[in-house]
Nanobody, 121 residues
């Protein structure tokens, strides 16, 4: 079993910054990729940013130049630095990870419980 625990959400004014963190723990052989998705009521969950074990990154067009994803492989942790936040960034942010588990040596996809980010004055 693998657990993803997110932290760092909260309320911030437009133009402000927040940093999200997500730690993966459990029966992990290796982590192929980690990323962040977000979801607002009535909408589908959408990719915000992702990073592979080799450091390759992918961003949604709406956050390019404002958000930065990074990863500490030794700590099984992914970060999302969010700058110049806008009200439309308000959402529940979910951590996602593709993990090869020790028990089966197969790849599975795991989700965190989500953390609320609210951008409002």
């Amino acid at each position: 079993q693998v657990q993803l625990v997110e932290s760092g959400g909260g309320l911030v004014q437009p133009g402000g910054s927040l940093r999200l963190s997500c730690v993966a723990s459990g029966s992990i052989f290796s982590i192929k990729s980690m990323g962040w998705y977000r979801q607002t009521p009535g909408k589908q969950r959408e990719l915000v940013a992702a990073i592979t074990s080799g450091g390759n990154t992918n961003y949604a067009d709406s956050v390019k130049g404002r958000f930065t994803i990074s990863r500490d492989n030794a700590k099984n942790t992914v970060y999302l630095q969010m700058n110049s936040l806008k009200p439309e960034d308000t959402a529940v942010y979910y951590c996602n990870s593709r993990v090869i588990t020790i028990a089966t040596m197969s790849e599975y996809r795991y989700w965190g419980q989500g953390t609320q980010v609210t951008v409002s004055s």
